[in-house]
């Protein structure tokens, strides 16, 4: 009862800080309070990221953009007293859904190729494989374990062996929209009925180069407000 009551009182008493040695002591528990913030504005595309930092919209600036990956992009305030950092806007790529790894019969991969992969050549010879196989089956030939090939039309009445190409390069749609896309390898395969799949070869080196093109793009987009030091880009 007294205990209780002697530590009701001391409650009361306010809060009382000691210095000892270069640490500071409470007779309470503190509680940081977090400052209010608005919620991120969300965009599709890096211009309009570009945008509402050319206007300074909510007169934010100076902010740090952070490129995070090849889809994300960030414009984040310095420390506020709570060291804390607010994220004004956020750019998140808006891409179509390829399934690296995932076998497709050939009509839709066929469709896949010409919807999600920019033209650069080695997609127009995939496609005229893979849109003129004549038979179900698959073959793999040589002694490497990784050469195939396919029975295909090759004329207007004529179906040959082709062969199978293999490791490609492609430009499949894996960042925004206003950088060129990166062109990496892949390791093609084909199965009987026939399907055919690709998988990614180049140990995601593609995402380094992304990234710089994205860090190219915003430089030149954003060099007024970089050159006057309303703007930082961290990759």
Same mark, same amino acid.
């Given at each position: 009862?007294?205990?209780s009551a002697i530590e009701k009182? !001391?409650?009361?008493a306010g809060i009382h800080t000691t210095e000892i040695g270069e640490q500071v002591y409470t007779n309470q528990e503190l509680r940081r309070v977090s400052e209010p913030t608005?919620?991120?504005l969300k965009v599709r595309n890096l211009s309009? !990221?570009?945008d509402y930092l050319r206007n300074d919209f909510d007169a934010k600036l100076p902010v740090m953009v952070h490129i995070e990956s090849p889809t994300l992009v960030s414009a984040v305030t310095g420390f506020n007293r709570n060291?804390?950092?607010n994220t004004l806007i956020q750019a998140e790529a808006l891409l179509p859904n390829i399934r690296f790894g995932d076998f497709y019969d050939v009509e839709r991969f066929n469709i896949l190729l010409q919807s999600c992969f920019v033209?650069?050549?080695v997609r127009s010879k995939l496609l005229a494989i893979v849109g003129n196989v004549r038979d179900e089956n698959v073959m793999s030939f040589g002694d490497n374990g990784i050469s195939q090939q396919v029975t295909a039309k090759t004329g207007v009445a004529t179906a040959e062996i082709v062969p199978v190409p293999n490791?490609?390069?492609?430009?499949?749609y894996r960042t925004f929209v206003e950088i060129e896309q990166p062109e990496s390898s892949f390791v093609f395969r084909m199965q009987d009925g026939p399907s055919a799949a690709i998988f990614e070869a180049d140990g995601g080196e593609w995402k380094l180069r992304?990234?710089?093109e994205i860090k190219s793009y915003l430089d030149e987009a954003l060099k007024e407000q970089i050159s006057s030091g309303q703007v930082v880009i961290i990759a």
């Open positions: 009862m007294i205990k009182i !001391l409650s009361l608005a919620s991120t309009g !990221l570009v060291v804390e950092r033209e650069n050549g490791p490609v390069n492609l430009k499949p992304a990234i710089q």
